[in-house]
Structures are given as structure tokens and as C-alpha cells.
């Protein structure tokens, strides 16, 4: 079948033309490993564009979840619980559903922190979900509530977790100081298990519950990815057993 005529040879391009195509093709190839791929996916950014297109971020992230997910991988084969990192990672609407067997708690959230003055209008605004939730007699002989303020330096990760049987309810609500935003793991570990409920990264407030889905510690890490050291505030109101902080 004809489709087209053969190129004569003067029309073939030369082998000057070739290893210039080729170093061309090179030289644009190497430009956009360093000034994309590398900050994008390694946070290396020795040009400076990454920067300045917001590339170097992405990059740092990915490298710092692959670096968690294979330290929680080796933990795990070495039968341990993943120790709680930065947080960054998207994030996973629901932290469980209340058990009709133990009813949620239900008693007035403690008063705001008077300072401030942001972080106490947030937690008294959210610490309505606290507030509104019911609990029967038998539950309420269970229930506590706690407050505890913390103070995160630029870079510091702080852990605080619930002692928890499997099926208690917590509720809660925390907060940052003003203009502050943090990353935060929800997560439970014990007797070799683990599960994560959420990870937001850059918020600065959150409430909800957490249902324990086994025996052991739940509760929250927060890391602060900021350049100021900033303070947070948790209130917990549940059927848990204790609270303490662990980093």
C-alpha cells in the first residue's frame, strides 16, 4: 500500500542536527528535574523556583510521609504500635460513631480559658458539642471531664492521650492561639494495634468524639509548623479513664 514517498538523503537531518536536538532535549530535561521534579517530590529546591511556585512544600511533605509511613511499617513488623509523627496528610471526615450500648456524655463543657481572648471564644463555641451531648445514669458514673493548656514550640510535636476501653466515648474540643495552626494525628494504640481517625494539617480548632475501638491509649498528636510558639488548649469530657500527656 503507497502512503508517502521515501525522504531523499539531503532531506534526513545531519548528525550535527541530531546531537543538537539531543543536547537541547538534555539540557530542558535537566532544568525541569531540578526546577519541578526535585522540589515537588523531594522538597530539593537548589534553584529557588520550587519556592516561588510552591513546590518545595508539596515535596517536603511527601518526603516526610514516606519517611512515617516506612517507620510505622517497621514498627509494625516488629510487632509495636507506630509512634505518632508530623501530620501531614489529608484529611478523614468522622471520628466514630456513638455505640448504642454506652450512650455519649452530657454534662455543661467547662468555662473558655480567659486567654486568649480568640482561642476562649472558639472553645466556648464548640465546646457546645460537648455540652449537648446525653449520657445515662449508668454512664454518667463513668464520666470526667478535663481541661490542659500546652505550649508548642516552632517545630515541637506534644501527644496527649485517653485511657480508653473499647466502646467509651470521648468528647471534645480544642483550640490554638490566635493566628496559630497546627497538624493533628487522631489515633489509638494498644496491645499492638493502632488506628487513626483523622489527619488534618493547617487548622487551627477542632471538636468532635472519638469512640475507642479497642482497649488502650486515643487521643491526639499536634505538631507546630509554624515560626512562633504558640499555646493549645484541649477539653475532654467521656467515658475514659484517664488523660495524660506522652511527648
Known sequence: MYNTDMPSRAELPTSKQLLRSTAIAAVAAVGILVTIVMPSEYGID????????????????KTQL???AAADAALAASGQAPTPAAVEAEPVQ?????????????????????APERQSSILGTIGGTIGALIVTPAAAQELRQDEMT???????????KLTMKKGDVAAYAWAA????????DVHGDGG???????????????????????????????RNRG??????TVRTNGTYSAIDRLI
Open 46 to 61: 537548589p534553584t529557588g523556583v520550587g519556592s516561588a511556585l510552591n513546590l518545595t512544600e508539596m515535596g517536603e511533605i
Open 66 to 68: 514516606a519517611e512515617e
Open 94 to 114: 468522622s471520628t466514630g460513631a456513638v455505640p448504642s450500648v454506652v450512650a455519649p456524655p452530657a454534662p455543661p463543657a467547662p468555662p473558655a480559658p480567659p
Open 150 to 160: 500546652i505550649t508548642l514550640d516552632p517545630g515541637e510535636g506534644a501527644e496527649i
Open 177 to 184: 492561639s490566635e493566628g496559630s495552626t497546627v497538624n493533628v
Open 192 to 222: 499492638g494495634q493502632s488506628i487513626s481517625y483523622e489527619k488534618v494539617r493547617g487548622v487551627s480548632s477542632d471538636d468532635g468524639q472519638i469512640t475507642a475501638a479497642f482497649d488502650g491509649n486515643h487521643g491526639w498528636f499536634w
Open 227 to 232: 515560626s512562633e510558639p504558640i499555646s493549645l
